[in-house]
């Protein structure tokens, strides 16, 4: 393939991405993640990935692409703004991330990869891929700082110098070859606004997080039928998720509501106070969180890390 095509190709791909909605794409030549395997192996060496056994399957996959897509040659990074000013409307509520307000953006971004896809394969032939978002392993922070979609910040997060980190990372992986962005530099510099906020020390360093620590894995990812005592009144009233480490990035000065109408909250959800939360019942749940990333907690789950906040 002459360069020209390439370029030709990689351009149309992006001026496509913007059009669905992504506020950015950009390229990585599909390889393996040599620097990325020790990180990863020290971090669940250190048991850093607390009770999320997943993370210790499929190493192999999470390192080298061409494991998931047989013959990838791009890994094409995709990012998502989900920021929203909105708040709920009672201060002293238990909290919920900005990411879950509204509809799982597993299915919403999911459903702006696969158009992409057919587009590709519609307007230059026969490529073959898949889509992630989140849900298979792959390495979307690693893929993201390569191909210059950002930075990592010292809370682990991508971080966008136009746009913040309130953003989904997606990736399309595909047998086609692309022209390659590169990385950019890291710009935080001395800052440790994140490190100082945390309320349960879970970055330990920059750059690396406990996850057994991170408010986001005990409310999430943490399915123990009690929270652990020792993570009491260091919550943050946080019920789902947590932001804190975002929040007071300098950086997220620049972020900008989204405009995708599937992220808008459900009616009654900002609206309900404390009272109303520590009453909740199933009925409730499940007309609140009918579509949305919070039913990762299931009722009970959600329950249990309300009645944490409130004892």
């Given at each position: 393939m002459s360069n020209l095509l390439k370029v030709a190709r990689t351009q149309l791909i992006?001026?496509?991405?913007?059009?669905?909605?992504?506020?950015?794409?950009?390229?990585?030549?599909?390889?393996?993640?040599?620097?990325?395997?020790?990180?990863?192996?020290?971090?669940?060496?250190?048991?850093?990935?607390?009770?999320?056994?997943?993370?210790?399957?499929?190493?192999d996959k999470r390192l080298n692409p061409g494991l998931l897509v047989e013959d990838s040659k791009s890994v094409i990074t995709l990012l998502f703004n989900y920021y929203t000013d909105?708040?709920?409307?009672?201060?002293?509520?238990?909290?919920?991330?900005?990411?879950?307000?509204?509809?799982?953006?597993?299915?919403?971004?999911?459903?702006?990869?696969?158009?992409?896809?057919?587009?590709?394969?519609?307007?230059?032939?026969?490529?073959?891929?898949?889509?992630?978002?989140?849900?298979?392993?792959?390495?979307?922070?690693?893929?993201?700082?390569?191909?210059?979609?950002?930075?990592?910040?010292?809370?682990?997060?991508?971080?966008?110098?136009?746009?913040?980190s309130f953003f989904f990372i997606a990736e399309l992986i595909i047998d086609l070859d692309l022209e390659a962005d590169g990385p950019i530099k890291d710009y935080c510099g001395t800052c440790t606004k994140c490190i100082d906020a945390c309320p349960t020390d879970a970055i330990v360093q920059p750059y690396v997080v406990d996850g057994s620590k991170c408010i986001s894995y005990l409310t999430i990812?943490?399915?123990?039928?009690?929270?652990?005592?020792?993570?009491?009144?260091?919550?943050?009233?946080?019920?789902?998720?947590?932001?804190?480490?975002?929040?007071?990035?300098?950086?997220?000065?620049?972020?900008?509501?989204?405009?995708?109408?599937?992220?808008?909250?459900h009616k009654?959800?900002?609206?309900?106070?404390?009272?109303?939360?520590?009453?909740?019942t199933e009925e409730l749940f499940q007309e609140l969180f009918k579509i949305s990333p919070v039913k990762r907690t299931k009722y009970e789950g959600l329950k249990r890390n309300i009645q944490f906040l409130v004892d």
């Amino acid at each position: 393939m002459s360069n020209l095509l390439k370029v030709a190709r990689t351009q149309l791909i992006k001026q496509k991405a913007s059009e669905l909605g992504f506020f950015h794409c950009s390229i990585s030549q599909v390889e393996f993640l040599e620097q990325e395997a020790k990180q990863l192996e020290d971090w669940l060496i250190k048991t850093y990935h607390g009770k999320m056994a997943y993370m210790e399957n499929h190493f192999d996959k999470r390192l080298n692409p061409g494991l998931l897509v047989e013959d990838s040659k791009s890994v094409i990074t995709l990012l998502f703004n989900y920021y929203t000013d909105n708040q709920q409307l009672d201060l002293t509520a238990p909290k919920i991330s900005k990411y879950a307000h509204g509809e799982d953006y597993h299915f919403v971004v999911k459903d702006k990869l696969k158009l992409l896809l057919e587009f590709i394969q519609t307007a230059i032939g026969e490529v073959h891929g898949r889509a992630f978002v989140d849900s298979a392993p792959v390495m979307d922070k690693a893929w993201a700082k390569k191909s210059g979609a950002g930075w990592m910040g010292k809370h682990s997060n991508i971080i966008n110098k136009q746009n913040g980190s309130f953003f989904f990372i997606a990736e399309l992986i595909i047998d086609l070859d692309l022209e390659a962005d590169g990385p950019i530099k890291d710009y935080c510099g001395t800052c440790t606004k994140c490190i100082d906020a945390c309320p349960t020390d879970a970055i330990v360093q920059p750059y690396v997080v406990d996850g057994s620590k991170c408010i986001s894995y005990l409310t999430i990812e943490l399915k123990d039928a009690l929270l652990p005592s020792e993570f009491r009144n260091k919550m943050d009233n946080w019920m789902f998720g947590c932001d804190i480490c975002q929040d007071v990035c300098p950086w997220n000065r620049f972020s900008k509501p989204n405009n995708e109408p599937r992220f808008e909250p459900h009616k009654d959800l900002l609206k309900l106070q404390r009272h109303e939360w520590t009453e909740l019942t199933e009925e409730l749940f499940q007309e609140l969180f009918k579509i949305s990333p919070v039913k990762r907690t299931k009722y009970e789950g959600l329950k249990r890390n309300i009645q944490f906040l409130v004892d």
